[in-house]
C-alpha cells in the first residue's frame, strides 16, 4: 500500500533532520520530540465530546479515550493512540 503524500512528506522531513530515530530516544527526547511535532501541527480542533470507553482484553479491560471534533471537516488525519492508565 502506498503511503498517503502528507505522511510520505513528514517521514522525509523526519528523516532529514537529523534526530535520532524514536526507538533509540530517551523518554525525555522523545517527550521533547513530541513537544516540537505539536508545534509544528499547531492547534487541534475544537472538541465536541470526549468519551472513555472500557475495551475487553484478557484479564481486564483497557480505556480508549475518543475525542470527535467540532467539525469532523477540520480534522487532517486521524491518530490512534493507546495508553495504559
Known amino acids: 500500500m502506498a503511503l498517503a503524500d502528507a ?4 517521514l522525509a522531513q523526519m528523516a532529514e533532520s ?3 530515530p524514536l ?4 523518554p525525555a527526547e522523545a517527550r521533547e ?8 501541527y499547531g ?5 465536541a465530546r470526549c468519551t472513555d470507553e472500557a475495551i475487553p482484553v484478557d484479564g481486564g479491560t483497557i480505556t480508549a479515550r475518543v475525542l470527535l ?3 469532523p ?10 495508553a495504559a492508565g
Do not use: I, K, N, Q
Open 7 to 10: 505522511t510520505a512528506r513528514f
Open 18 to 20: 537529523g534526530a535520532a
Open 23 to 26: 526507538h533509540e530516544m530517551t
Open 33 to 40: 520530540l513530541g513537544g516540537a511535532l505539536r508545534d509544528m
Open 43 to 47: 492547534e487541534g480542533p475544537e472538541v
Open 69 to 71: 471534533p467540532e467539525d
Open 73 to 82: 471537516r477540520a480534522v487532517r488525519s486521524s491518530t490512534t493512540t493507546v
